[in-house]
């Protein structure tokens, strides 16, 4: 520096102590600058007080020798203490040249620019917050300082500022809110600490209500979440705790509509891996909850982001269990939002849409009647992008459901084959909820949904299929599903038939003056996806024998106690009456006849059948009859639950000009345990009237003699040989025996029933033999 240069009012010792390398000399220089600026401080010269102010900064502060810096750093500060309160009129000139010194690449420089500012602000206390967002960016800067003396200097400034903020009601947030989220993005671990520690500070001021800018800066908050520091994290719950605290206590003045997509975003785990994104998910998902209890239908429209980010979370296992009971409660308080008021039409839909249900219609259920349906239990899925959605209805004020966001997010999952149990679970149970409350709008969706309902059929769990079964049955009987557009619920081109118990034909609405016989007030009736449903399960126990032979009882017996069982029987016979795949009916008769005969959930059935005595029940008969023809022995057993003994006797006559094969005298087999069970206790009595009930022993003494000398021979011979006076078995006068079991309101044609039974047989026959032309004879397999 030159020093011959005029630099007054500082004097030439003033100068040369400035640039002494030694700092007690600066310090000496220091005194003698704060003794002058006081002199002009009492004269009033501020054109004085700028001049040094403008030297100590442009040719101390700014030069370029390192302790002519030093110089004038303490120079500024000494300026400053000597202005005192009226350091405020002078702040620009004196920060500005210290925070450049910030930069400095001398370790030791940037301490006493620290050491400097901290004397500035220390004297000027709330007239530096005009100079707030410099100060910060400065301060931002050195918290990341390496060296450990900068950063301890930068510590206590910053503690010194955090005091003046907290005292102070004039903080201006607005502009400093840009700056806190642009570094809050800060990847570097000092500056994370520092930002979070002052969004503490922020957070703590009553008179500062951050609380309106965080949508600004919480998607920083939960990157900082995730910081590898232990301190970071825990400081990072803290603020975020309190926030949630605030929100809690003021939800009205929350914009949580700004805020709902970052939690989406941070509820979805990109890498599993790492321990600090379980942590952020758990925060988010417990953020989530709130948000959706506290904002109700106003998150609505985000409902599809909020289930892919929750659904997967569900299958979770102890590892993750505060993070799946969260997610649980999301899901639960999420579903709830849904009510009949969101299957309302738009205005515009109303105007412009034709051929859509009516109201009446299309009224969906109470909660009360889902309820059973949604009571029971609830891997994560793992999608290559994480998803985010835009609000269905961000330019509308009324909050609208995102019904077709929320259906392609649920049909996904079960597309997904890595998709857990309980989240498939989950995911029924909200097409089970959606087509309770939303009918007429989720049944635009159900053609594209059918498919999948029907192949999760084949899912491994028992639960995952009884939720499914649930959705479609409820789907078959819904008065929206009731359309007259056949093809577009039909695979087939001819509707099927069928008896609904109200009276009602298919696809309409029961007539409230229709006469309901035999039916229970509560059968539902049945819409044309009913017949879709059952053509198509049938197909699909066709094309998977192991799903037939697994889980087929189980199925037919959950759809009995969702839908009128004698629906189910009688479209299933209808069906299979037209079956091309003779071997695939018989084994689906003898399943169905299974299940007729021995599950608790047809008991009412039972009794329909057991006894001719109405219009509807013989014709029920007579449906189950042509198709049961398939299968011989389940023919005589239907015969048997309805009491025909003579047309059991009369086809069991029949059966010696059938191909007796080991699986035919194995159903003949199965058949005598059955009369050995309580369904058949009525049957056995029946033996103690030998008069009245010839065709009967008739009829068992034909199976009798078809059976080989086996156990279940040993059984049936044994029971027989208990009938009282066996002489009593003579043929009675046929015309007497028909006219004691002549029904009340029709009479079966019997004849024509075995002309059906033997046509049926041929066509099994023929089938046969044109197998056995096909492959070689496995003659063990038969018995002449």
Same mark, same amino acid.
């Given at each position: 520096?030159?020093?011959?240069?005029?630099?007054?009012?500082?004097?030439?010792?003033?100068?040369? @102590?400035? =640039?002494?390398?030694?700092?007690?000399?600066?310090?000496?220089?220091?005194?003698? *600058?704060?003794?002058?600026?006081?002199?002009?401080?009492?004269?009033?010269?501020?054109?004085?007080?700028?001049?040094?102010?403008?030297?100590?900064?442009?040719?101390?502060?700014?030069?370029?020798?390192?302790?002519?810096?030093?110089?004038?750093?303490?120079?500024?500060?000494?300026?400053?203490?000597?202005?005192?309160?009226?350091?405020?009129?002078?702040?620009?000139?004196?920060?500005?040249?210290?925070?450049?010194?910030?930069?400095? &690449?001398?370790?030791?420089?940037?301490?006493?620019?620290?050491?400097?500012?901290? =004397? *500035?602000?220390?004297?000027?206390?709330?007239?530096?917050?005009?100079?707030?967002?410099?100060?910060?960016?400065?301060?931002?800067?050195?918290?990341?300082?390496? +060296?450990?003396?900068?950063? &301890?200097?930068?510590?206590?400034? +910053?503690?010194?500022?955090? +005091?003046?903020?907290?005292?102070?009601?004039?903080?201006?947030?607005?502009?400093?809110?840009?700056?806190?989220?642009?570094?809050? !993005?800060?990847?570097?671990?000092?500056?994370?600490?520092?930002?979070?520690?002052?969004?503490?500070?922020?957070?703590?001021?009553?008179?500062?209500?951050?609380?309106?800018?965080?949508?600004?800066?919480?998607?920083?908050?939960?990157?900082?979440?995730?910081?590898?520091?232990?301190?970071?994290?825990?400081?990072?719950?803290?603020?975020?705790?309190?926030?949630?605290?605030?929100?809690?206590?003021?939800? &009205?003045?929350?914009?949580?509509?700004?805020? @709902?997509?970052?939690?989406?975003?941070?509820?979805?785990?990109?890498?599993?891996?790492?321990?600090?994104?379980?942590?952020?998910?758990?925060?988010?998902?417990?953020?989530?909850?709130?948000?959706?209890?506290?904002?109700?239908?106003?998150?609505?429209?985000?409902?599809?982001?909020?289930?892919?980010?929750?659904?997967?979370?569900?299958?979770?296992?102890?590892?993750?269990?505060?993070?799946?009971?969260?997610?649980?409660?999301?899901?639960?308080?999420?579903?709830?939002?849904?009510?009949?008021?969101?299957?309302?039409?738009?205005?515009?839909?109303?105007?412009?849409?034709?051929?859509?249900?009516?109201?009446?219609?299309?009224?969906?259920?109470?909660? @009360?009647?889902?309820?059973?349906? /949604?009571?029971?239990?609830?891997?994560?899925?793992?999608?290559?992008? *994480?998803?985010?959605? =835009?609000?269905?209805?961000?330019?509308?004020?009324?909050?609208?459901?995102?019904?077709?966001?929320?259906?392609?997010?649920?049909?996904?999952?079960?597309? +997904?084959?890595?998709?857990?149990?309980?989240?498939?679970?989950?995911?029924?149970?909200?097409? !089970?909820?959606?087509? *309770?409350?939303?009918?007429?709008?989720?049944?635009?969706?159900?053609?594209?949904?059918?498919?999948?309902?029907?192949?999760?059929?084949?899912?491994?769990?028992?639960?995952?299929?009884? %939720?499914?079964?649930?959705?479609?049955?409820?789907?078959?009987?819904?008065?929206?599903?009731?359309?007259?557009?056949?093809?577009?619920?039909?695979?087939?081109?001819?509707?099927?038939?069928?008896?609904?118990?109200?009276?009602?034909?298919?696809?309409?609405?029961?007539?409230?003056?229709?006469?309901?016989?035999? &039916?229970?007030?509560?059968?539902?009736?049945?819409?044309?996806?009913?017949? %879709?449903?059952?053509?198509?399960?049938?197909?699909?126990?066709?094309?998977?024998?192991?799903?037939?032979?697994?889980?087929?009882?189980?199925?037919?017996?959950?759809?009995?106690?969702? /839908?009128?069982?004698? =629906?189910?029987?009688?479209?299933?016979?209808?069906?299979?009456?037209?079956?091309?795949?003779?071997?695939?009916?018989?084994?689906?008769?003898?399943?169905?006849?299974?299940?007729?005969?021995?599950?608790?959930?047809?008991?009412?059935?039972?009794?329909?059948?057991?006894? /001719?005595?109405?219009?509807?029940?013989?014709?029920?008969?007579?449906?189950?009859?042509?198709?049961?023809?398939?299968?011989?022995?389940?023919?005589?057993?239907?015969?048997?639950?309805?009491?025909?003994?003579?047309?059991?006797?009369?086809?069991?006559?029949?059966?010696?000009?059938?191909?007796?094969?080991?699986?035919?005298?194995?159903?003949?087999?199965?058949?005598?345990?059955?009369?050995?069970?309580?369904?058949?206790?009525?049957?056995?009595?029946?033996?103690?009237?030998?008069?009245?009930?010839? !065709?009967?022993?008739?009829?068992? !003494?034909?199976?009798?003699? /078809?059976?080989?000398?086996?156990?279940?021979?040993?059984?049936?011979?044994?029971?027989?040989?208990?009938?009282?006076?066996?002489?009593?078995?003579?043929?009675?006068?046929?015309?007497?025996?028909?006219?004691?079991?002549?029904?009340?309101?029709?009479?079966?044609?019997?004849?024509?029933?075995?002309?059906?039974?033997?046509?049926?047989?041929?066509?099994?026959?023929?089938?046969?033999?044109?197998?056995?032309?096909?492959?070689?004879?496995?003659?063990?397999?038969?018995?002449?």
């Amino acid at each position: 520096m030159n020093t011959e240069k005029d630099f007054s009012p500082l004097t030439p010792n003033i100068v040369r @102590a400035l =640039n002494d390398k030694l700092y007690e000399k600066r310090k000496v220089a220091a005194l003698e *600058i704060e003794k002058l600026v006081r002199e002009f401080v009492a004269q009033n010269n501020s054109t004085q007080i700028r001049h040094v102010i403008q030297i100590l900064a442009s040719e101390f502060a700014l030069s370029q020798h390192p302790h002519s810096r030093k110089g004038g750093l303490i120079g500024l500060a000494a300026c400053s203490i000597a202005l005192g309160k009226d350091s405020g009129l002078y702040l620009k000139e004196l920060i500005e040249p210290v925070l450049t010194c910030f930069n400095d &690449s001398d370790s030791r420089l940037r301490y006493y620019a620290c050491e400097a500012l901290y =004397n *500035i602000v220390k004297v000027a206390r709330g007239a530096v917050l005009p100079h707030f967002n410099l100060l910060f960016d400065g301060l931002s800067k050195l918290a990341a300082d390496p +060296d450990p003396n900068v950063k &301890s200097g930068s510590e206590l400034l +910053d503690r010194l500022l955090k +005091d003046i903020v907290t005292e102070s009601n004039t903080f201006d947030l607005v502009a400093f809110v840009p700056l806190l989220r642009e570094r809050i !993005y800060s990847n570097n671990q000092y500056a994370r600490q520092f930002i979070i520690s002052w969004i503490h500070v922020l957070e703590s001021v009553p008179d500062i209500n951050l609380l309106d800018y965080l949508p600004e800066i919480l998607d920083g908050l939960f990157q900082i979440l995730g910081d590898n520091s232990k301190e970071i994290r825990r400081t990072c719950e803290v603020v975020l705790g309190e926030f949630l605290k605030e929100i809690k206590k003021t939800p &009205s003045s929350v914009k949580f509509a700004e805020m @709902a997509n970052i939690l989406v975003i941070h509820c979805q785990v990109a890498d599993e891996t790492k321990l600090t994104n379980d942590l952020i998910q758990l925060t988010a998902m417990t953020w989530m909850r709130e948000f959706i209890q506290l904002a109700g239908r106003v998150v609505l429209p985000y409902s599809s982001g909020i289930l892919t980010a929750v659904l997967p979370c569900l299958s979770y296992d102890d590892r993750k269990k505060n993070t799946k009971e969260a997610a649980s409660a999301c899901n639960h308080s999420l579903m709830k939002l849904v009510t009949p008021e969101d299957d309302e039409e738009e205005e515009d839909e109303k105007s412009g849409s034709t051929g859509s249900p009516s109201r009446e219609d299309g009224q969906p259920k109470t909660e @009360a009647d889902g309820n059973d349906m /949604l009571n029971a239990s609830q891997e994560s899925v793992g999608f290559s992008n *994480i998803s985010f959605f =835009n609000p269905a209805s961000a330019d509308r004020p009324q909050v609208t459901l995102d019904l077709d966001g929320i259906v392609q997010v649920l049909d996904r999952h079960l597309h +997904d084959s890595s998709t857990g149990m309980m989240t498939r679970i989950a995911v029924l149970k909200w097409l !089970y909820h959606l087509y *309770i409350k939303t009918p007429r709008k989720m049944f635009r969706h159900t053609d594209s949904l059918f498919p999948m309902l029907l192949k999760t059929l084949s899912d491994e769990s028992d639960e995952v299929i009884l %939720k499914d079964l649930e959705v479609l049955a409820e789907i078959a009987s819904s008065p929206a599903g009731q359309t007259d557009q056949a093809s577009s619920c039909d695979s087939t081109d001819n509707k099927l038939e069928l008896k609904v118990p109200e009276g009602a034909k298919p696809g309409q609405q029961p007539s409230t003056g229709s006469k309901a016989v035999d &039916s229970s007030p509560s059968t539902p009736s049945m819409n044309s996806y009913f017949y %879709k449903f059952m053509i198509n399960l049938l197909k699909r126990f066709s094309l998977e024998r192991k799903l037939l032979e697994n889980r087929g009882a189980f199925i037919i017996r959950q759809l009995c106690l969702l /839908l009128h069982a004698e =629906n189910i029987f009688h479209s299933m016979a209808d069906i299979l009456l037209k079956e091309e795949d003779l071997k695939f009916a018989s084994t689906m008769v003898q399943t169905l006849n299974t299940i007729l005969l021995t599950s608790a959930e047809l008991f009412q059935l039972r009794n329909q059948l057991k006894d /001719l005595r109405t219009q509807e029940s013989c014709a029920l008969f007579c449906c189950l009859y042509r198709s049961w023809c398939h299968n011989p022995v389940a023919t005589v057993s239907l015969c048997f639950l309805t009491q025909n003994y003579k047309h059991a006797y009369d086809l069991i006559q029949r059966f010696g000009n059938l191909e007796v094969t080991v699986d035919f005298l194995m159903e003949v087999d199965k058949l005598v345990q059955l009369i050995e069970s309580p369904i058949f206790t009525y049957l056995r009595l029946q033996l103690l009237d030998v008069e009245n009930n010839p !065709y009967l022993i008739k009829a068992l !003494y034909g199976l009798l003699m /078809l059976l080989p000398q086996s156990q279940a021979f040993q059984l049936l011979s044994h029971r027989l040989s208990c009938v009282p006076n066996p002489e009593l078995m003579r043929t009675v006068d046929e015309s007497k025996y028909m006219a004691s079991k002549r029904l009340s309101h029709a009479q079966m044609d019997c004849n024509e029933l075995l002309q059906h039974f033997d046509r049926v047989q041929s066509k099994h026959l023929e089938v046969r033999h044109q197998r056995s032309g096909r492959a070689s004879d496995h003659p063990d397999r038969k018995l002449m």
